[in-house]
């Protein structure tokens, strides 16, 4: 125990724990967009077009069931052993759920919202998507996001133990190589406090908020 | 005006063959006319105002708003929803200006032209609350407010008032009239209620069941604003009722088998037959 704490502080005072710790999350953060994009665009085709759905939709869930650690190797000899490789199947691991999720939200629109927009003339392209669907779908894909999250920070970890650059998962490899557990704990431990707070603190409050605002949850005050 | 040419509409069925939901409806609206079209569920009645909102389309026959065919829904024509229908992620204001903004009107000019309405609906305290934190007539009235922001030539009210409180639906006819009175709009009302039908309308449609078609017209030629005791209202209501009975026979009678009777000496009605039904 005090082995870690010693870690922990001898890690912080030469920087490269905060530099590690920084790298994962620009590298989560960049892949954690990337999939939101992706995976709602994918999303509302699916829930638009049955075709689409019936085939790529049928592979997609075919895809969630592949763990993404599952597409390292590949990565490694498309994008080589760099960030690319990293942010590809963090990307990869956050998609499918976040297409998924969104595709649920947007079929489960009630009917009546599109028929009340067309009628104030938003048309079925563009403005129709933006300003009635994902709003609409919203509540479901916060819930995909809060899952596409975790799903990225597996991915990113695993990611990080095989390739190289400077994040949490490389110093883990690194504490493996040297059998220097207490390192080693250290950063499991970072990782399980970055997780929780950003769940506790961002998802979490963001999805509740979004809730009582949408009058699914009764606020506190009312 | 509104110009319905012996419109038809089958829907296709899951077992197949189609259902006639409405069946060679001929009939005109005429600008700044308040239309009630009037029977049982299932007669067909939100079909026709689909017809003319254009969520669907007819099966023969044709439909024409102000001379043009209708092709798809547009901001013309409006539709105020028995579910309110307003976004829960938007507030009242943002709400009655949505179709403002997709007209691509200023945020200030639109603002004002939301308020204004929602003036006009009485909700001016409530406009910067979600739609969640109203009551069902508030919804209501903000759903009128977002119709009426629009400014469309004609509203189309699909049965707006049958989910509230038979109180606050007094009020809203009140209203309704009230703002039919100022701003002339054409009005085709939705409902299976005769006395909001006959109190509000000009003229009353009566539609048949199975297939649904007009079966009668009754103008109600009463003084406006109307008044809930004058007697001309009765009669009128007195002979919609004549002519909707029948309906209702057939109606009950395809749910609950031949032998059921809803006409006179009926039988089956007595008090002795429910006690004990609360057990």
């Given at each position: 125990m005090l082995q870690t704490l010693h870690a922990f502080r001898d890690g912080l005072m030469d920087g490269n724990l905060l530099a590690a710790t920084l790298g994962s999350i620009r590298r989560l953060l960049i892949s954690f967009v990337i999939s939101i994009v992706v995976g709602t665009t994918l999303g509302f085709l699916f829930a638009r077009y049955r075709l689409v759905d019936d085939t790529i939709g049928f592979i997609v869930v075919a895809l969630q069931t592949?763990?993404?650690?599952?597409w390292l190797p590949f990565a490694i000899i498309w994008f080589g052993l760099n960030d690319v490789a990293v942010i590809f199947i963090t990307t990869l691991g956050a998609t499918w759920t976040m297409a998924l999720s969104s595709r649920t939200g947007i079929k489960n629109i009630p009917p009546i919202y599109l028929r009340a927009a067309q009628t104030m003339?938003?048309?079925?392209?563009a403005r129709m998507f933006f300003q009635v669907m994902v709003p609409a779908a919203f509540p479901h894909m916060m819930t995909g996001l809060r899952v596409a999250w975790a799903f990225a920070w597996r991915a990113l970890v695993a990611g990080e133990l095989i390739a190289k650059g400077a994040g949490l998962g490389q110093l883990l490899q690194d504490g493996r190589n040297l059998g220097d557990t207490a390192t080693m704990l250290c950063i499991v431990i970072i990782i399980a406090v970055l997780g929780t707070i950003s769940d506790a603190y961002f998802f979490k409050r963001m999805e509740d908020k979004l809730l009582v605002r949408y009058g699914l949850a009764t606020a506190g005050k009312s | 005006m509104i110009e319905i040419q012996h419109a038809s509409k089958t829907f296709e069925q899951r077992t197949g063959g189609g259902f006639t939901a409405i069946d060679d409806v001929t009939l005109t609206i005429g600008r700044g006319e308040f239309v009630s079209l009037l029977g049982p569920?299932?007669?067909g009645k939100s079909t026709l105002l689909n017809l003319v909102a254009g969520f669907e389309r007819t099966t023969q026959g044709s439909v024409q708003v102000n001379g043009q065919p209708v092709t798809g829904p547009g901001p013309d024509r409006v539709v105020v929803f028995q579910e309110h229908a307003l976004f829960p992620w938007l507030t009242v204001l943002e709400n009655v200006a949505f179709g403002l903004k997709q007209k691509g009107v200023g945020k200030k000019e639109r603002n004002e032209r939301a308020m204004e309405q929602i003036r006009t609906v009485h909700l001016s305290k409530f406009a910067d609350r979600y739609p969640h934190e109203l009551s069902g007539g508030m919804k209501q009235r903000a759903a009128i407010a977002r119709a009426l922001a629009m400014d469309p030539d004609i509203l189309l009210m699909d049965e707006p008032f049958a989910a509230l409180d038979e109180q606050t639906r007094l009020i809203l006819h009140k209203e309704l009239e009230e703002i039919w009175m100022k701003t002339r709009k054409t009005i085709l009302f939705i409902t299976h209620n005769i006395r909001e039908a006959v109190i509000l309308s000009d003229r009353v449609l009566v539609m048949s069941t199975r297939p649904g078609r007009i079966k009668k017209e009754f103008a109600v030629k009463a003084a406006r604003p109307r008044d809930a005791a004058d007697s001309v209202l009765h009669h009128v209501e007195q002979a919609v009722m004549e002519a909707l009975a029948d309906e209702l026979e057939k109606v009950v009678k395809e749910e609950m088998g031949d032998e059921y009777s809803i006409k006179k000496?009926?039988?089956?009605?007595?008090s002795a037959d429910s006690l004990g039904g609360g057990i």
């Open positions: 592949v763990p993404s650690i599952a003339g938003t048309g079925t392209g | 569920s299932g007669c000496n009926d039988l089956s009605n007595r």
